[in-house]
């Protein structure tokens, strides 16, 4: 019985050790700044700045699109198809719906660069644009994200900036925080939608 309670102390503290070595590696990760205008429990109103950054268009269900656009975007960013030094990775990948039925899926560009100091791409997939300043809404919520677990989100969200008068002026844009090692419930996953100024 001794033994068994040994055992059990050591795993507890090898998945203790795992998990605040997951947080500390996102933890130096860098993320878009923002100013925080609201903040009420998983619900915030956000000011973003001007962000540059790396896309590609994708088709396909949500998680087969993230998917899909990871692979080239990550390949632009580690320098496998081009020349020129590599460009830190940042949070969060993001996913945003098109009229069209396809997706944009988005890597932040670190803050160093502008779109003149970037390497250009080596293929026509990804694109390199800035994006204007935007105040956006957001929920933050963990899991292991599926089609059922953003709409919930979402409608949450949508609900929740009925409630403060503000409009919604375009498509939401799905964020995910970490990697797919991590566990569910570290994980930070958000739903984001621009606002009407």
Do not use: H
């Not at 033994?3 to 102390?9: A, Q």
């Not at 949070?91 to 997706?103: I, N």
């Not at 670190?110 to 694109?127: E, F, H, I, N």
Request: hydrophobic share 40%.
């Amino acid at each position: 019985m001794t033994k068994l309670i040994w055992i059990l102390g050591g795993v507890a503290i090898l998945v203790i050790a795992g998990c605040a070595a997951l947080a500390a590696r996102s933890a130096n990760v860098e993320q878009p700044p923002y100013t925080s205008v609201t903040l009420d429990g998983d619900f915030e109103l956000r000011d973003y700045s001007e962000l540059t950054v790396a896309e590609v268009t994708t088709t396909g269900g949500r998680q087969s699109a993230v998917s899909a656009g990871f692979g080239p975007l990550a390949g632009y960013i580690f320098a496998k198809e081009r020349e020129g030094e590599k460009i830190a990775m940042t949070a969060p990948v993001t996913q945003t719906p098109q009229a069209d039925g396809d997706w944009t899926v988005r890597f932040i560009m670190p803050s160093q660069y502008t779109l003149d100091t970037l390497p250009r791409p080596a293929g026509s997939s990804v694109r390199l644009q800035t994006l204007p300043p935007r105040r956006m809404a957001a929920v933050r919520f963990s899991g292991v994200t599926t089609d059922e677990m953003i709409a919930e989100q979402e409608a949450r969200l949508l609900a929740w900036m009925q409630t403060q008068g503000l409009t919604p002026a375009g498509t939401p844009t799905y964020a995910y925080y970490n990697d797919p090692f991590t566990p569910g419930f570290m994980r930070r996953n958000e739903v984001l939608v621009p606002v009407t100024p």
